[in-house]
């Protein structure tokens, strides 16, 4: 087991080690520079001036290498744009990121088993019929479209909740403004996630009720519906949390543009003002984090499998 | 007042001490409330607190100026160079230098005071240091250093006549403290003072920066005027135009600059809301690359903007919020500004007559040709504002008299690196923003093309001549004649194709109170007269 | 022969069961013929041009001559919703085969050879799966530009592991089945056996899997064009028209309103073309 998860996490070192090369070398081809040099009324000798300082004038390979070193020693570097420590923004932004995507994924994970799990009791009726016509929606609706015309309607129209931002500035901490803010984001978000959890859910759980040990309940005369909740629920997790761990890709995915939405001051919009900003170390730790996430996410989940299901070990 | 130039200062100044006393009692009545209320403003990134970072820009412009006081600040009546840390300048005869006397009494925001060494600190080794590229630094290119001459006077020693210097010490030129910053290895680069705590010596002080959602300010107890009557201001971060109106609306903020008219639509006949026009130096152009020798011929630029619709532009992109320009000095500066000048009008047939003069004339397909060779004109543009669909009308117009124009629309930083940086293009358009003097070297000058704010690459030695001859003015009826030659030399020439000056929208809540309405950047030179309308 | 033929009628007749079983996916294809036939067709039937702009008349109410009414410019919104309809088609479309190419080839020759050439390609694999898709997406315009070219062959990108994943499996699952050895015994070579032989087994997911890459794909340029990323003006796609109706939200909320829904109603029966096919084609599950 713990040899299991020391190969999962070499594998996945070598991993985010890809992904900040072919990201580095990306966007240093982008054209353009950093704002604070490469702006509209810069002059050419203030633009030479910033770039040597930040060492851009230097070739990319003997850039990545220096990154490199200094991230192997933890410092992932300075924001060229913002002045402060790249490990200090990640920090400040990933909590509000935490905070949209987990309520999101709750909202989304509750929601879709119990939407799931009707579907599957009243399979080919009407609920069925009502739920996955839900779903198809939430597969399709653009999730930024979505985010603008209920900002329109609640926000705007109807005035019941704040337009964006996390929470009320200048105001004392308080949970409801935060949950007023959360509202519309988290829904929007949870609404397209939703989708892929009720179809897993539902299929797994049609998939174990035919099967040999669910008939035998039935045979013994355990009534249908206790049946489903009780003996199929725990079998069907399996599958459920197998695409929990493709959720979380998903939802990183997501939140980059529902942020922009929202005026959430995540993750996501840090990585598009670096990006547009070509604030190169910016990119390089938002990508990163991202995708050290999605690892240890996918590590846990299939440790949660094993745990979950007794028929897979992992050696 | 001691010198020739003296009439002219006197001449501006009175209007503005008339002002001063009017406000001044004002304050007055306020003085015994203790400061209450909170305004809200906007800004659309996080700021960098201190005004010469490069890439401290449009979102950290406004709360920069309140935060730093300059040398001098717009007079709230006519835009003329006002008292603000410097109480009166002079220039010298040889119009080789100038001397400012400082404010005395003045402390910093820690207790220290602040004198003559600040100035030469933040002019000697920020400004003037080559090697930290502060922002607009290189409109100072004409000053040598600055002397201190005694703790409250400061002379800047000059490389070239510089007749405008009072009025770019207006512009976005904050004073920093030389004792905070002077051991920094990079005094630009000091995170705890960007991103945290400044030490200021303006109205309001930091309270508050959270990264990423706002900055809150609070009354700066040793600041030099009188007391501040708002106890509380923030800058929260919104980036999102329609947000920032929704929330206008919704009354959570005061006050939101509107570049795009259109938006104003849902603001316009709400009763809590004043929608303010403003005026501020900025005209909108389009360049045509003068490397490229099909624009080298006059009659080629006058035909290409008679054949631009510039009233029909202003009234759908702009919703009306402009005028048609007539040159680099717009009307606002009322004492420069010259009216008549050619102005091209809109006239698709005289811009063909135009075009046929300089050999241009319509092929088999309509396109113009010369010597066989189409005129096809690439229009590279950036995502920003409605720069978009203002090129895209443009393109029309001159597909009209068979100009075929591919335009290319980029993203705002690749646009930069092509036009300014590389200036690999034949024809864009965009805008400058500039302080309100007759100066207009940077974006003209022959020494500014190819590495300068001269994006056309345009050189006259002529105009070069004209523009040094402004600056070497030492009273206010020479240069206001070297300016009206210099802008009838530019309405005739066109080095830039001027298209229009735009009015600058601010919809104020009705609650705030004791703002000037001259315009944004003015008002907020003035932050100690806001008040809160109960 | 004859006999061949006796044998694949009944089969035919099978399918075309399973498909009258499946209303919704024949709806959701007649959508989807409707919606090319609009955007093929309608540009020219449709008086008005998509890029003319009339200052005089920006922003006006839907009319006998102007459908949707006018955007901001005074451009026929109706006309623009056609063109900027075949932009977005295209694109779906383009960036579905992209994805669809790259994923079967680099799957294909993973399951098919299994060894080193499998653990090099799936863990490239993996590491695709494991940037989040958008980011990787925003780094690849930014670095290339925003030509159509590239924003298809990016949002194609965004997908092709997980197609790459499926082609795998069951190529692996043939690999060792008794007819590919049967041909390989018979002097087959490796592309042939691989086109010829496994790759018609896995067709019928291939197809769901590209069905829904299409709704995929449109969603992805939509989101890109929203930030700014994506096709650029002159042409306009549903996408890059909802990025300039945000700026009119409140002087012209509708303008959001047309693209959003050609999108949502495209997407959906996509998905729903999808999800019958998997049925009608893939019975296992």
Redesign the interface.
């Known amino acids: 087991m713990t040899a299991y998860i020391v190969r999962r996490l070499l594998q996945g070192f070598v991993v985010l080690l890809m992904i900040s090369a072919v990201t580095f070398f990306l966007i240093n081809l982008a054209p353009g520079g950093p704002s604070s040099a490469v702006n509209f009324t810069s002059t050419a000798s203030e633009r030479e001036a910033v770039l040597k300082q930040y060492g851009l004038d230097r070739p990319v390979v003997v850039r990545y290498l220096d990154w490199l070193g200094h991230a192997a020693r933890g410092d992932l570097g300075t924001s060229i744009n913002q002045g402060l420590p790249v490990a200090k923004l990640l920090g400040q932004r990933a909590g509000a990121t935490l905070e949209l995507g987990l309520t999101a994924l709750l909202l989304a994970t509750v929601g879709g088993v119990v939407l799931g799990i009707l579907a599957a009791a009243f399979r080919n009726r009407w609920p069925d019929h009502v739920v996955s016509a839900l779903s198809a929606l939430g597969m399709a609706i653009p999730g930024f479209w979505l985010g603008i015309v209920v900002i329109i309607l609640f926000a705007v129209r109807l005035g019941w909740l704040p337009t964006s931002g996390v929470f009320s500035v200048g105001a004392q901490f308080s949970i409801v403004d935060r949950l007023r803010h959360l509202a519309l984001p988290a829904s929007v978000l949870a609404f397209t996630l939703m989708p892929n959890i009720v179809r897993v859910t539902r299929s797994a759980l049609l998939e174990v009720s035919r099967s040999d040990y669910v008939r035998t309940a039935h045979a013994k005369g355990v009534r249908p519906r206790a049946v489903l909740l009780k003996h199929t629920f725990k079998n069907a997790l399996v599958p459920v949390l197998a695409i929990l761990g493709l959720v979380t890709t998903v939802l990183f995915s997501g939140s980059v543009v529902i942020e922009s939405v929202f005026g959430w001051a995540g993750l996501g919009r840090l990585a598009i003002e670096a990006a547009n900003g070509r604030d190169y170390p910016v990119i390089l730790g938002v990508t990163l984090l991202a995708g050290a996430f999605v690892v240890v996410v996918n590590l846990v989940v299939d440790l949660l499998y094993a745990a979950v299901d007794p028929r897979i070990r992992h050696g | 007042m001691r010198t020739k130039s003296g009439p002219r200062w006197k001449s501006l100044m009175l209007p503005m001490l008339a002002a001063l006393a009017i406000a001044g009692s004002l304050s007055a009545q306020a003085q015994a409330t203790t400061p209450s209320g ?1 305004l ?1 403003f906007v800004t659309n ?2 700021p ?1 607190l201190n005004p010469w ?3 401290a ?1 449009i979102e950290s412009n406004l709360i920069n100026t309140i935060l730093f006081d300059q040398l001098t600040r717009y007079s709230t009546t006519d835009l003329t160079p006002a008292p603000d840390l410097a109480t009166s300048w002079e220039a010298a005869p040889d119009a080789m230098s100038w001397i400012f006397h400082l404010r005395s009494g003045v402390k910093w925001s820690d207790g220290q005071p602040f004198g003559a060494d600040d100035v030469a600190f933040t002019f000697n080794k920020v400004i003037l240091n ?9 409109v100072f290119s004409p000053v040598d250093h600055v002397e201190v001459v005694d703790p409250l006077t400061v002379r800047f020693v000059l490389k070239s006549p510089f007749s405008s210097l009072p009025y770019y010490l207006a512009y976005f030129a904050g004073i920093l403290p030389a004792h905070v910053l002077q051991d920094a290895p ?1 005094p630009l ?1 000091v ?1 705890s003072f ?2 945290s705590n400044p030490v200021v010596t303006g109205p309001f002080k930091v309270a508050e920066f959270v ?4 900055v ?1 300010l609070e009354p700066n107890p040793d600041y030099w005027g009188p007391q501040p009557k708002v106890k ?1 201001i ?1 800058f ?8 920032q ?3 206008l ?2 009354g ?1 903020v005061d006050m939101v600059t509107v570049t ?1 008219p ?2 104003l ?3 316009e006949h709400n009763p809590n809301l004043e929608v303010i026009r403003q005026s501020q130096n900025i005209w909108y152009w389009v360049a045509l690359n003068q490397g490229d020798p099909r624009f080298t011929d006059v009659r080629v630029r006058q035909a290409l903007l008679t054949a631009i ?1 510039r009233k ?2 202003i ?3 702009l919703k009306g919020y402009g005028t048609v320009a007539t040159g680099p000095i717009a009307p606002l500066q009322k004492a420069f500004y010259d009216a008549n000048v050619p102005s091209y009008a809109y006239d698709p047939a005289k811009a063909k007559e135009l075009l046929a003069e300089a050999g241009w004339t319509p092929g088999p397909n309509g396109i113009l040709q010369k010597d066989g060779k189409p005129l096809t004109i690439t229009m590279p543009t950036g ?1 920003f504002g409605y720069l ?2 203002a090129t ?2 443009v ?2 117009y001159w597909k009209a008299i068979g100009v075929d124009v591919k ?1 290319n ?6 646009y ?3 036009v ?2 590389k200036r690999n293009y034949q024809a864009t358009l ?1 805008w400058w923003s500039t302080p309100p003097t007759p100066d207009i070297t940077p974006y003209f000058s022959s020494a ?1 093309a ?4 001269n994006i056309p690459n345009y050189k006259s030695p002529e105009l070069d001549a004209l523009m040094a001859q402004a600056r070497s003015a030492t009273n206010q009826q020479d240069e206001i004649k070297v300016v009206q030659t210099i802008q009838q030399n530019v309405a005739q020439n066109l080095p830039y194709l001027f298209l229009w000056y735009p009015d600058i929208i601010t919809v104020l809540n009705k609650r705030v109170g004791g703002m000037a309405t001259i315009n944004t950047p003015t008002a907020f030179q003035y932050a100690a007269d806001w008040y809160v309308k109960p | 022969m004859a006999e061949a033929l006796a044998a694949a009628r009944p089969r035919r007749s099978r399918l075309a069961r399973r498909i009258a079983r499946h209303p919704i996916g024949v709806a959701a294809a007649a959508v989807i013929v409707l919606l090319l036939a609009m955007v093929s067709f309608g540009p020219l039937l449709y008086p008005q041009s998509p890029e003319a702009a009339n200052p005089a008349l920006s922003l006006a109410d839907p009319s006998a001559a102007h459908w949707f009414g006018t955007d901001e410019l005074g451009r026929d919104v109706f006309a623009r919703i056609l063109a900027g309809g075949r932009v977005s088609l295209a694109v779906g479309l383009m960036s579905m085969l992209v994805g669809l190419t790259l994923g079967t080839l680099v799957g294909g020759l993973g399951g098919y050879f299994g060894g080193r050439t499998e653990m090099v390609l799936m863990r490239l694999v993996d590491v695709f799966m494991a940037i989040p898709a958008f980011f990787l997406i925003l780094v690849i315009i930014t670095a290339f530009g925003n030509q159509p070219g590239t924003v298809i062959v990016t949002v194609g990108l965004g997908f092709w592991a997980q197609m790459a994943r499926v082609v795998h499996a069951e190529f692996s699952k043939y690999r060792t089945a008794e007819f590919v050895e049967a041909t390989q015994a018979l002097g087959a070579s490796h592309p042939r056996t691989m086109v010829r032989h496994i790759l018609p087994q896995v067709v019928p997911q291939a197809i769901v899997l590209a069905t829904l890459g299409v709704g995929w794909s449109i969603l992805s340029e939509a989101a890109l064009s929203y930030l700014g990323l994506g096709i650029q003006p002159p042409l306009a796609s549903w996408g890059s028209m909802l990025q300039n109706a945000q700026a009119y939200l409140w002087a012209k909320p509708i303008l959001a309103i047309y693209p959003g829904l050609f999108i949502a109603l495209t997407v959906l029966a996509f998905n729903t073309l999808g999800n019958a096919l998997r049925d009608v084609l893939d019975p296992r599950d």
């Open positions: 909170t809200t990134a996080d960098t970072t490069p890439g820009v080559k090697d930290l590229g502060a922002n607009n630094s290189s990079n680069q995170a960007n991103k990264t990423g959602s706002y809150r509380t923030v929260k971060e919104v980036s999102d135009a329609n947000t109106l929704a929330q609306l919704a959570s795009n259109t938006l639509a849902g603001v619709d029909a532009i009234d759908s992109v995502q978009v669909n895209l009308l393109q029309q335009v629309v980029m993203e705002w930083n690749a930069i690196q092509e300014v940086v965009a500014a190819e590495r300068g704010n």
